[in-house]
């Protein structure tokens, strides 16, 4: 079946200019998170929805990031005044949702560049 | 807060050889824990979890992994390592309660023929 799908695969912008990022998890997955991963090191977790709602916004670093998830389906990260240390691949992962130890299923990413 | 440290962050082993990653974490009450790899241009991929159950676990690709609650360690082994296995690894760990993933650095592992 479909993994986690993410779009656009690459994304370059200016510094001060605003980007969305796409998620499309796999179909019936409740569980949805986005995590960063800058060069050289693990992904970072940002937000964890489950459903429509956030449940743990923790890890996002300002409040330049803003995330949805609208229908429960599809989510968009959003990244206002992008900064050249936003400059990071960003991750998708999806889950049942029903679980306790549940597999986290991670899309190949968007490798956003920050000029 | 927990924390995952990988040790070596670059690998090299020959194409038959063992391959060992090693992963510490620190926790006051132990965690799930998992392995990733990474290929080039792709997601991440689980190869195996540990949630409490068995301490050695059997993961895809020949790969295990033993849970040791004494030295907070969770290392990763093959016994005979494949030209394929060439990628980064990525240890995790997930606090009892929670759902977010807390990424070690990675491993990158060089296979040499």
């Known amino acids: 079946g479909a993994g986690v799908s993410q779009t656009p695969s690459n994304k370059v912008t200016e510094k001060g200019k605003y980007v969305e990022l796409r998620c499309d998890p796999i179909s019936g997955h409740t569980a949805l998170y986005w995590y960063r991963q800058s060069l050289g090191q693990g992904p970072e977790f940002l937000i964890y929805?489950?459903?429509?709602?956030?449940?743990?916004d923790s890890g996002l670093p300002n409040d330049r990031f803003f995330a949805v998830r609208p229908e429960g389906s599809v989510s968009t990260l959003k990244i206002q005044r992008t900064e050249r240390g936003d400059s990071a691949v960003y991750l998708c992962?999806?889950?049942?949702?029903?679980?306790?130890?549940?597999?986290?299923?991670f899309g190949p990413g968007t490798r956003l560049l920050v000029l | 807060a927990q924390s995952v440290t990988q040790l070596g962050s670059h690998v090299s082993v020959s194409e038959g050889a063992l391959v060992l990653l090693r992963c510490n974490y620190s926790s006051s009450v132990p965690p799930y824990l998992f392995w990733y790899v990474q290929y080039p241009n792709q997601g991440l991929q689980l190869l195996l979890k540990?949630?409490?159950?068995?301490?050695l676990v059997k993961g895809i690709n020949g790969f295990e992994a033993e849970f040791k609650k004494s030295e907070t360690s969770f290392h990763l082994t093959k016994p005979s390592a494949h030209m394929s296995d060439a990628a980064e690894y990525f240890c995790?760990?997930?606090?009892?309660?929670?759902?977010?993933?807390?990424f070690g650095g990675g491993t990158r592992v060089l296979v040499k023929p």
């Open positions: 995790a760990v997930m606090k009892a309660a929670g759902n977010k993933l807390t």
């Open positions: 992962a999806s889950s049942p949702g029903q679980g306790v130890v549940e597999t986290q299923y």
């Open positions: 540990y949630t409490s159950a068995a301490t």
């Open positions: 929805f489950q459903g429509t709602g956030a449940a743990d």
